[in-house]
């Protein structure tokens, strides 16, 4: 398992973009997959993205793509979820998530970060 730590949230108009960022610390990330996911009130948790480690191949949920694009930095350990156009239905908390131990088990997980978009 690895550290996680979400950063990049915060209250925006719609319309707007936001970076988040997910750093994992510790060791040198050497896991499979990372993925950004997100929680709204009153929703069912949902997987946005997510992205092969070591190759950098990426994945969306059908409805996402073309606005949210995920990305990494190896050398910084990081993953980032670039989010354009932001719509309130947006408005959640987002966390990212590691497999580490199993190829398509999340076992990491970030602490989150709040995401509100206002009309």
């Known amino acids: 398992q690895v550290h996680l730590v979400d950063s990049g949230g915060g209250l925006v108009q719609a319309g707007d973009s936001l970076r988040l960022s997910c750093a994992a610390s510790?060791?040198?990330?050497?896991?499979?997959?990372m993925g950004w996911f997100r929680h709204a009130p009153d929703k069912e948790r949902e997987i946005l993205a997510s992205i092969d480690w070591s190759n950098g191949n990426t994945y969306y949920t059908d409805y996402l793509k073309g606005r949210f694009t995920i990305s990494r930095d190896k050398a910084k350990n990081t993953v980032y979820l670039q989010m354009n156009n932001l719509k309130t239905d947006d408005s959640a908390l987002y966390y990212c998530a590691a497999q580490t131990l199993t190829i398509g088990v999340y076992d990491s997980w970030g602490q989150g970060t709040q995401v509100i978009v206002s009309s």
């Open positions: 510790g060791r040198t990330f050497s896991g499979y997959f």
